[in-house]
């Protein structure tokens, strides 16, 4: 079974509550998410138009930095379930431990799959994977590596879901030197809006236009569309939440700390931390109603993403205390 944060219903099987009672942060979701603009009536009524989702795409562009081929998509996840089928299956190998959906996908589409530890033990693979920033322990690959590995393997998938505070690690603007990198980006984390089912793969036009075909003619809601465009040209937004993230994941880690969690390591929106007993840290918050994400091939690791407001906040270090 493909374990994954945001499973609130198992948490409140094991441990009760209601929806509202729950801190959930296992997922690396912002919790303060971007202001869902006035919605037009076009956008719940009518069938999304090439236009609106050029205009979604020019917006992407600007964000990400990127001249090459954008496709818009129901959340990264689609890109990942996608990009498999596009040839034939051979073998895969993925830079690990990372998100466990990449190699579930390949293996489903027939691939052949072995994770690998380090960047050079990818080399030689007809695709390879690697999440950067990566998920759970925020590893970095620089830009560099990733474009003379992009020569060294078939097709190089680079799935940058946590990647909008980090935009010097970014792929996005050197896709046209690579006619064989896909680059995988999620909007539903960093501005909060999971729900709305929105994300981009990036790639070369050749690229583009087979996964527009796999996609079909509306691959994403006029929901996605109005406010993924207005969220993305909002950079003084985009600009302050990094500011405010930043400062947040030092006070998290102060918190952990201060109960004897060693920190790993993360991202923006999520810490990793090593604990004596994972279970039973997990545990002792699910006792206060937030939930944490631990894995099932680690017995010390948790994950947690970063509550949003003050009381969350100190409902986190009461829990901990």
Request: hydrophobic letters at 40%; charged letters at 20%.
């Amino acid at each position: 079974m493909r374990d994954h944060g945001g499973n609130i219903d198992g948490a409140k099987a094991l441990f009760g509550g209601a929806d509202a009672d729950w801190i959930d942060l296992s997922t690396g979701i912002n919790r303060v998410p971007y202001n869902i603009p006035q919605l037009s009536d076009t956008a719940w009524q009518s069938l999304p138009t090439r236009a609106a989702i050029g205009r979604l795409t020019a917006a992407a562009a600007h964000a990400y930095r990127c001249t090459a081929g954008i496709l818009p998509v129901a959340g990264a996840q689609a890109a990942i379930q996608m990009i498999p089928r596009l040839g034939r299956p051979g073998q895969a190998r993925v830079l690990a431990p990372t998100y466990n959906e990449h190699a579930a996908c390949l293996r489903a589409a027939g691939w052949r799959v072995e994770d690998v530890s380090q960047v050079q033990d990818l080399i030689g693979a007809d695709l390879a994977v690697v999440v950067n920033p990566n998920n759970p322990d925020g590893r970095e690959t620089t830009p560099t590596a990733l474009m003379e590995l992009s020569r060294k393997v078939g097709q190089l998938v680079v799935d940058e879901s946590f990647g909008d505070a980090r935009p010097d690690l970014s792929v996005a603007p050197d896709i046209e030197e690579a006619e064989n990198l896909f680059v995988l980006r999620s909007f539903g984390k960093f501005y909060g809006l999971a729900g709305l089912r929105l994300g981009f793969v990036l790639s070369c036009m050749k690229n583009i236009n087979q996964l527009t075909e796999m996609s079909g003619p509306w691959p994403v809601s006029g929901l996605a569309i109005e406010v993924g465009e207005k969220a993305l040209l909002d950079s003084d937004w985009a600009t302050k939440t990094i500011d405010r993230l930043r400062g947040e994941i030092t006070h998290m880690d102060a918190i952990a700390s201060a109960t004897d969690w060693e920190v790993l390591g993360g991202t923006e929106l999520f810490r990793l931390y090593r604990t004596p007993d994972a279970t039973c840290a997990q545990e002792r918050l699910a006792k206060s109603q937030i939930w944490s994400r631990i894995f099932p091939w680690s017995p010390h690791l948790i994950r947690l993403g970063l509550p949003g407001t003050m009381h969350e906040w100190t409902r986190l270090q009461e829990a901990l205390r």
